[in-house]
């Protein structure tokens, strides 16, 4: 009897907690506003992870309804009345809800569905057509004064790091559009940094396919990775704009000033900034093919770059080390008119950055026998100011045919003045080397270049042809000073350089591309292709020695040079395309460049002669199981040609610790490149999984 008594009181304690949970209710009413009615409506509620039915019941003559007994928990309310729209809504029961009134909920007739819409649901916030990742900007929070890039970095799969360099599904993003055009050029932040995020109607992602096959719609294997912002339609017309400025201990200050005015299709913006707290602007990119040296590139095509490393202004940041004081400016405009068919795409940009910097380093390596330290320090002052004016033109003929016109200009101008010193010993103090340096660069460049392409289809679906002509037109002028006095104890052996280097160079390239693309069968298609490329080089290097403190006038011809390259390229290719159905794309194909490549030494007359082809093997694959799951697999090869410094042989004395002379027969290097992409997303919870890797050699 004991244990009968003790198992009962047992089992009521058991109960009492669950009973206990069990005390949560929701009350409320169906009505028809309209007709002033009541509706004896059927309410359902639902569990929110699997949607199994939890409790149900129907509506009192009055309307009023009521379920006792819930959980704490999520649920969904289904009301249903015949010939009435379905009210759907999610809800939540806990200690801050334990009763739960909807008040009076309005139900209309279908009849009434166009003029009021009564169904409620939660955003979705992904969504997918095609290749495009659609995000909804309503599933995200949204606080005052958000940039687009706030809002970015609440999406799956999208990374921006603190530079506001953003990756996407493991890939970097170069372009962000503004509906569907460029803002400001090429430079992502203008967009992210520039709209408020409280604009944006939608976000889409998709791998922006090369014009050629955007026209023809066969793909040719070339993608972009693209953010398209599309604002919101009572967003497109207004003024917006901001003004932002600080100031901090030490003397460190930031301003900047933001504009916009959206009207229909035009849109005008100017920004400016001004800091020395190592913020370099909103952004001020620039890929104009100008630096240092000079090579054949993967086309055979010589590109030709001058001045001192790269451009600190163009990089868009001073690494992160020295006091920066940046300025930049710009101007952006764009408008559609006559149905579309005509646009005008143009922006400037100003800017200037300077950085001093000092540095330090102590280095210790640790030898079998021995130890060495290294002790070195250096001061550098740099000076960069660019500015850039470019324009876009397209116009529509019919929906066959269209040309796009595109032209730009830049203008550089750099100074960098450093100066330092290092040594390295023994571990017991001896010394081993030691070296001093000055260097006293100026340079001032100018860049210009057009391009036109035009497009046609003919009557037979996927039959076009497509001819693309582009120029570029660039100088440069340099000075070098360049001081260094190197010993090392070897030999007892002293390296000193004290030469003033001027460098003059022009280069002219022309460069005409024919495309035909020929569909075989519904799924295979052929894209053909030839190319021919003219590149005209004139650099003149000069080094002089003194003759007296101050006067450089004794030519060192071991380490001058006056050179012109003519490189003649003709191109071949080949690309098939098979798509089968929706899930399957498959590319595959090469393209052969033969190139003639001809050196003349000014100086003494001797001509240098290389012939060679360059191979690029492509392949590309794309698999879509399913709308949410996406499988990529490239692969590329590349021919790689030495450049002009590796097989000129001239001297190149700018490093008094190693001297490099070129050879003349060096090969062309290949390279093998392969990357496999898997992306898959749940739209309803905006949960992602995106794997990508990649091996080359």
Not at 22 to 29: E, L, Q, R, S
Not at 406 to 431: F, H, P, Q, R, Y
Not at 548 to 572: A, C, E, F, M, R
């Amino acid at each position: 009897m004991k244990l009968f008594g003790l198992a009962a009181i047992a089992l009521c304690l058991c109960t009492l907690p669950s009973v206990a949970q069990n005390v949560y209710n929701i009350k409320g009413a169906t009505v028809d506003t309209a007709l002033k009615i009541n509706l004896t409506s059927s309410i359902t509620v639902m569990d929110a992870k699997d949607s199994i039915l939890y409790k149900f019941t129907r509506a009192a003559n009055d309307g009023s309804f009521s379920i006792t007994g819930l959980p704490a928990g999520r649920f969904i309310m289904l009301v249903t009345y015949p010939d009435y729209v379905d009210f759907v809504e999610r809800f939540t029961l806990g200690q801050a809800n334990k009763e739960y009134d909807w008040g009076n909920i309005k139900m209309s007739p279908k009849a009434r569905l166009l003029q009021e819409v009564i169904i409620k649901s939660e955003v979705i916030p992904i969504k997918i057509n095609g290749d495009t990742t659609n995000f909804n900007p309503k599933a995200y929070v949204i606080q005052p004064n958000d940039k687009v890039e706030d809002l970015l970095r609440q999406l799956p799969g999208i990374q921006i790091d603190k530079d506001g360099k953003i990756t996407a599904q493991g890939e970097p993003v170069p372009k962000v559009l503004l509906d569907g055009e460029e803002f400001f050029g090429d430079d992502p932040k203008l967009v992210t940094r520039n709209i408020r995020a409280d604009m944006v109607g939608n976000i889409q992602l998709y791998d922006k396919k090369s014009d050629q096959a955007a026209f023809t719609g066969i793909d040719d294997g070339v993608r972009t990775k693209t953010i398209n912002i599309q604002l919101k339609e009572d967003k497109k017309t207004g003024l917006f704009g901001k003004i932002e400025a600080g100031i901090g201990n030490s003397g460190y200050y930031e301003g900047q000033g933001i504009y916009n005015k959206f009207k229909a299709k035009e849109k005008f913006a100017l920004y400016g900034t001004i800091s020395n707290d190592g913020k370099v602007g909103l952004g001020l990119q620039d890929n104009d093919r100008i630096g240092t040296g000079a090579q054949i590139g993967d086309d055979g095509g010589s590109i030709t770059n001058f001045g001192g490393g790269g451009s600190q202004l163009d990089n868009e940041t001073y690494f992160g080390r020295g006091l920066p004081q940046s300025k930049t400016a710009g101007v952006h405009y764009d408008n559609k008119w006559d149905k579309d068919s005509e646009t005008i795409n143009t922006n400037y940009k100003i800017g200037s950055l300077d950085v001093s910097t000092d540095q330090n380093s102590l280095t210790t390596r640790i030898l079998t026998s021995s130890l060495q330290n290294t002790a070195a320090n250096s001061h550098s002052d740099s000076y960069n100011f660019r500015q850039k004016l470019d324009a876009i033109y397209t116009k529509t003929f019919s929906p066959e045919s269209n040309i796009k016109i595109n032209v730009a200009g830049t203008e550089k101008n750099t100074e960098n003045n450093s100066n330092g010193a290092s040594s390295t010993t023994n571990g017991d103090g001896s010394l081993i080397s030691r070296n001093t340096y000055s260097d006293d660069t100026k340079t001032h460049s100018k860049i210009f270049n057009a391009d036109a392409f035009y497009s046609k289809r003919f009557k037979k679906a996927g039959r076009t042809i497509s001819w693309d002509v582009n120029g570029n037109y660039s100088e440069s002028n340099s000075t070098d000073y360049n001081k260094s006095d190197y010993y090392t104890q070897i030999n007892a052996k002293y390296a000193l350089i004290d030469q003033y280097i001027p460098i003059n160079a022009t280069t002219l390239v022309l460069n005409s591309n024919i495309t035909y693309t020929e569909p075989l069968t519904k799924k295979f298609a052929l894209t053909f292709n030839y190319g021919f490329r003219l590149n005209n080089t004139v650099q003149d290097k000069e080094s002089y020695n003194q003759s007296s403190p101050g006067i450089y006038n004794i030519l060192d011809s071991v380490t001058s040079n006056n050179y012109k390259y003519n490189v003649l390229t003709n191109q071949l290719g080949a690309v098939f395309n098979y798509r089968g159905g929706t899930k399957t794309v498959l590319t595959f194909g090469t393209r052969a460049n033969s190139v003639q490549f001809k050196q003349i030494n000014e100086f003494t007359g001797s001509i240098y002669k290389r012939d060679f082809i360059d191979w690029r093997p492509q392949v590309t694959f794309q698999y879509r199981p399913a709308n949410s799951i996406t499988v990529d697999f490239k692969y590329n090869g590349n021919s790689t040609q030495p450049t002009i410094f590796q097989i000129q042989p001239v001297t190149t004395n700018t490093d008094a610790q190693n001297l490099y002379i070129g050879n003349a027969n060096l090969q062309p290097s290949f390279s093998h490149s392969f990357n496999l992409i898997y992306y898959s997303v749940k739209q309803l919870t905006g949960q992602s999984i995106d794997v990508n890797g990649s091996f080359s050699f």
